[in-house]
């Protein structure tokens, strides 16, 4: 692998730079107008994210083809390579297989497939390494598929940035690294008035991701996601936030007269950010009316 880069300058968090590995990852399985992934040249259009599998292991992804399924996981951690060979028998659960019922009963495609943005792994035996970021690269240990194999021996990584599949975060993402998108919805909520669940913050946190990660992944989230929304009724947004503890779901309620208007709440969040104001939230009624 090249040079050593532990940490890479591209990113500005820990959290912007796990969406984009995993924005990367997803893409292996998608195609779009420019570029198409290799397990999706290889037949590899479906997956799911987080589940269980039959001893019980949890991988980031299953992968499907018609004959294949392969188990992958994703990581910025440079030790992840050590840990790989828990998966080297593991096998879809039978709920997972349920999801994705085929004719034949699928092979692994080989061994485990580890997808990061390290640039400088020591590779282990045991599992096939893919380097997601550019130009990136495959280190293929044992494919037993022969079209993977062939798609991922000719694979130089991809030339142009990923779609957003509009990913905020993932299951495994800190809470710290959810407080921005959190932000952003809060100020959406306070356009809607009304009551909004946890789950669906959850659903626009996950973006095109929340359809193919199990029930375990999204309950991960949405319990950070609820701790967040409680303290933040108690303490910064007091006042601003009522939130139902029985049924999982916050509102946001404004009120001009007492000081607590658009301005005051984007205050509010900014604190809680610590980032410096340099932009007031206004409802788009105001702004439409400041345009005129």
Not at 114 to 130: A, F
Not at 131 to 137: A, D, L, R, T
Not at 203 to 211: M, N
């Amino acid at each position: 692998m090249r040079g050593l880069n532990y940490l890479p300058s591209r990113y500005n968090s820990v959290g912007e730079r796990r969406i984009g590995l995993w924005r990367r990852a997803i893409w292996l399985f998608h195609r779009t107008e420019k570029e198409t992934g290799p397990f999706y040249l290889a037949g590899y259009m479906d997956y799911y994210c987080e589940g269980k599998s039959e001893d019980g292991l949890s991988p980031d992804i299953f992968g499907f083809s018609e004959k294949f399924f392969c188990v992958c996981d994703v990581s910025m951690s440079p030790q992840k390579g050590e840990n790989m060979g828990k998966y080297e028998k593991t096998s879809p659960s039978g709920y997972i297989k349920n999801l994705f019922p085929s004719e034949i009963e699928r092979k692994s495609a080989g061994k485990p497939f580890l997808i990061t943005d390290e640039e400088s792994l020591t590779k282990y035996s045991g599992y096939n390494l893919v380097q997601v970021y550019q130009p990136g690269e495959a280190s293929l240990e044992q494919v037993d598929d022969t079209f993977l194999k062939t798609e991922l021996e000719s694979w130089h990584g991809f030339t142009t940035p990923p779609p957003s599949y509009s990913i905020l975060a993932v299951p495994e993402s800190e809470s710290e690294e959810i407080s921005a998108p959190i932000a952003g919805l809060l100020k959406w909520a306070a356009d809607s008035g009304q009551w909004i669940t946890s789950e669906e913050i959850v659903e626009k946190l996950l973006g095109d991701l929340y359809s193919s990660i199990s029930k375990a992944g999204k309950s991960q989230l949405r319990s950070k996601v609820e701790k967040i929304l409680y303290d933040l009724h108690r303490k910064i947004l007091r006042g601003y936030l009522d939130y139902d503890p029985s049924e999982k779901r916050f509102k946001i309620t404004l009120d001009p007269s007492k000081n607590m208007g658009y301005k005051a709440f984007s205050n509010k969040i900014n604190a809680w950010l610590k980032i410096k104001p340099i932009e007031i939230y206004f409802p788009p009624e105001e702004l439409q009316q400041d345009e005129e």
